[in-house]
């Protein structure tokens, strides 16, 4: 089945110019200027967006995040036609809400911000690892991301969500308006919870991969995210390679990582660093953008 192919001009642009000044081929037929990350996630790209659009390729068919996290770059591009992916589960039931019960959504938020407190906040996190609402679930999540410390996602081996409150004296919990230009985006993705490793291949697609960078934070999972994985995506990306596909990473500026991707087209940018987890971390820092075209 044919699949209208997508196409890009480099720009130089920040955030919110990048959702004007992307050509509309590659955009939805309802085009959602305002919509944008709605969780802050560790690694986020909106600092480098320009950098990583200004690489995309001249063309594509579907586009594919199988580590989707705060999706940036896909809010920014808006593609007509998406395959957005994760292992987190309550990050991809609470994209599935977004897109699905929006307006319910919005009204559990509201009554998460009349009670924020800290004693709220312990309640919720409990909570967090028992609702089965997926909605209600949602809800929660979203409320927790606004309201930890540094936006931090981090489970123990059991699963468990153990990050404690931030320090904010009005967490901006609830934007209705973005939810609802999200939602209305997200109604032509397909959002499921799986491994990267389980992601379809197609030649003439296109990969933005964002795994959790090497030898930095790791816990966004109970499993971690160690050397074995970053050689099992490195095997992921050569495999989309051989297939026709095309795919643009990023990752850690270190040794291990330019000698995995050896052959490839690696850059470097500099990036800033507002959501971490190690006060180390944030600010600039240098980070490597690999492809497999020019």
Known sequence: MGRDKKYHEPIDASFDEVLTAIGTENRPDIIVPTARPFVKWVGGKRSILPELIKRMPDSYDAYHEPFMGGGALYF?????????????????????????????????????????????????????????????????????????????????????????????????????????????????????????????????????????????????????FGDAEHIALAEFCHKIHKKGGFFMLSNSDTPFVRELYKGYTIETVSASRFVSCKSHQRGKENELIIRNYK
């Open 76 to 224: 920014a591009l808006q593609p007509k036609e998406a395959y957005l992916s994760d292992i987190n589960f309550h990050l991809v039931i609470t994209y599935q809400a977004v897109r699905n019960d929006v307006e319910r959504l919005i009204t559990l938020l509201k009554g998460h911000e009349r009670n924020h407190s800290k004693e709220y906040y312990g309640r919720q996190r409990e909570r967090l690892a028992k609702e089965k609402d997926p909605t209600k679930l949602a809800s929660v999540f979203i409320y927790i991301n606004k309201t930890c410390f540094n936006g931090l996602y981090r489970v123990n081996k059991s699963g468990g969500y153990n990050v404690p409150m931030g320090d904010y004296k009005n967490p901006a919990i609830l934007d209705a308006d973005n939810l609802r230009a999200c939602s209305t985006l997200l109604k032509s993705a397909n959002v499921t919870q799986h491994s990267f490793k389980q992601a379809e291949i197609y030649k003439d697609d296109f990969y933005y991969l964002d795994p959790p960078y090497h030898e930095t934070y790791s816990g966004y999972s109970g499993d971690g």
